[in-house]
């Protein structure tokens, strides 16, 4: 079985902090601070993160390969 490169697991996690946040938004009722709106802002936050990290990853390795 094949690996999956970062760049693609970068993009996976941004979807997933993308569809973590459009739920956030969508979990709003009266106000922000409610528990749900709350843990959905941190997964999409984590997600967003980790998928930044991937992109970093992906570039640092093709500038390796390049040399």
Known sequence: MGRISPFVMGIIYLLMGLLFTYLAIG????????????????????DFG???????????????LDK
């Open 50 to 64: 980790v998928s930044i990290r991937m992109f970093l990853l992906h570039r640092k390795i093709k500038k390796m």
């Open 27 to 46: 979990s709003v009722e009266e106000t922000v601070w409610n528990f749900t709106t709350i843990i959905f802002v941190l997964v999409a936050t984590f």
